[in-house]
């Protein structure tokens, strides 16, 4: 096959991208992304995978030509490794073996894994979404040094969002149950609120119509962004997890929870801290809580002590990140 040209390249872009934002099944639309994909790039072997957010681990979308072997290197942490060192994680860009620095031959994965498997040369490129997020890796192997051409390589980086998009596993009902686990506890919600089941993943008295807790991950939902909070039940904790979902209707939220230990902190101080995270002062949340300043300011100094944070900031900051914000604190000031 001859080196591609330009007004290919455009072409095979611009059918790749509407394959991708399409809403069929997302392992349909991988398969259909390297079968064009091959239009511009003569590949003996690719595969597009996603990230688990969670782990980090590959997850395959759709794959041709790889041996088991070769998958099983390309698939490691050693692997991601190798593309965080080399900058591929943070570019977004494709990277073939001629743009490695030095010899291609002194980077394990072209002289240990793909040169044996008699690949000349190829191309890796992390997917990104719009927003940052590394949502997944495209790997491809040509049997010729012809390929992917520069204008191919370039056409490939185009890619990168598109493609993010597609191995995105939180636009995903049926790939955010996956990620779960079997038997996790979870619901989905239509686009009006109502709960449904999803398949494999249990429920729970909290997860069902009616109940506060759903009715706060439902606020959260309108905002169309992931979402977290901790939420009490009898003498049980649960994280709450809020995710958005494209593609599948009509399940458009993820609602899931699992237990979670609150370490130190006692139900108290985390309502002081949740308030204090949205930037309450201390008389502030007094006021809403109904107790004294003095009160108030006891709580700060047991958290800022139990969580080894310097101050109220980083304190607020800690639980920002770990997810220690109450889902309701009920309060007396409004």
């Given at each position: 096959m001859p080196v591609v040209d330009l007004e290919s390249a455009i072409g095979a872009m611009g059918t790749i991208s509407a394959i991708a934002s399409d809403s069929g099944p997302v392992n349909e639309r991988g398969s259909a992304v390297l079968a064009e994909l091959k239009r511009i790039i003569p590949f003996e072997a690719a595969e597009i995978c996603s990230i688990n957010p969670l782990t980090g681990e590959s997850v395959q979308i759709a794959s041709e030509g790889y041996s088991e072997q070769v998958l099983s290197h390309l698939h490691s942490a050693e692997f991601h490794d190798l593309m965080e060192l080399l900058g591929i994680r943070s570019t977004g860009r494709p990277v073939r073996m001629q743009d490695l620095p030095g010899d291609p031959m002194?980077?394990?994965?072209?002289?240990?894994?793909?040169?044996?498997?008699?690949?000349?040369?190829?191309?890796?490129?992390?997917?990104?979404?719009?927003?940052?997020?590394?949502?997944?890796?495209?790997?491809?192997?040509?049997?010729?040094?012809?390929?992917?051409?520069?204008i191919a390589r370039d056409a490939v980086a185009h890619l990168c969002a598109t493609l993010g998009n597609l191995a995105d596993p939180l636009q995903s009902g049926k790939w955010i149950a996956?990620?779960?686990?079997?038997?996790?506890?979870?619901?989905?919600?239509?686009?009006?609120?109502?709960?449904?089941?999803?398949?494999?993943?249990?429920?729970?008295?909290?997860?069902?119509?009616?109940?506060?807790?759903?009715?706060?991950?439902?606020?959260?939902?309108?905002?169309?962004?992931?979402?977290?909070?901790?939420?009490?039940?009898?003498?049980?904790?649960?994280?709450?997890r809020v995710v958005p979902c494209k593609g599948e209707q009509p399940i458009m939220t993820v609602v899931s929870m699992d237990s979670i230990d609150i370490g130190p902190l006692s139900r108290r101080e985390l309502e002081v801290l949740t308030l204090a995270a949205e930037g309450l002062s201390n008389q502030e949340i007094g006021d809403a809580l109904v107790i004294s300043n003095r009160t108030v300011a006891s709580h700060v100094e047991h958290i800022l002590d139990k969580l080894s944070a310097p101050n109220r900031a980083a304190a607020a900051a800690y639980a920002l990140r770990e997810g220690l914000i109450l889902g309701r604190v009920v309060r007396y000031d409004r």
């Open positions: 002194d980077n394990w994965a072209v002289a240990d894994v793909l040169y044996p498997a008699g690949y000349a040369e190829g191309l890796t490129m992390c997917l990104r979404t719009p927003d940052g997020r590394v949502t997944g890796v495209i790997n491809l192997s040509t049997l010729s040094t012809d390929h992917p051409s520069d996956m990620l779960l686990g079997a038997g996790s506890m979870a619901i989905g919600l239509d686009g009006a609120g109502s709960a449904i089941s999803i398949p494999g993943l249990t429920g729970h008295k909290l997860l069902t119509d009616g109940t506060e807790l759903l009715e706060v991950a439902k606020g959260a939902a309108v905002h169309n962004s992931w979402g977290s909070f901790v939420w009490p039940d009898d003498d049980d904790w649960f994280r709450v």
